[in-house]
């Protein structure tokens, strides 16, 4: 599965180094998860979402709308 992070991450002129210090982890760790090495925890999954204002569904693929269902 794609994860839609990394196109995020870019589209936000935001570094590997930047998103990894917002979730507290190490740069390599977070690179691991852009590139399906590792997986992407579920309270990173949320943090991220909450951090670009998308849904994690988005985020994980699930759907081509960003907006949340609230």
Do not use: F, H
Request: charged share 30%.
């Amino acid at each position: 599965m794609r994860l839609r992070i990394r196109d995020l991450r870019e589209d936000s002129d935001l570094k590997q180094k930047d998103i990894a210090a917002y979730l507290n982890i190490n740069q390599n760790t977070y690179s691991q998860y852009e590139t399906g090495v590792r997986w992407l925890p579920l309270e990173a999954l949320v943090k991220l979402a909450d951090y670009y204002g998308v849904s994690t569904d988005y985020l994980l693929g699930l759907t081509d709308n960003p907006k949340r269902n609230i």
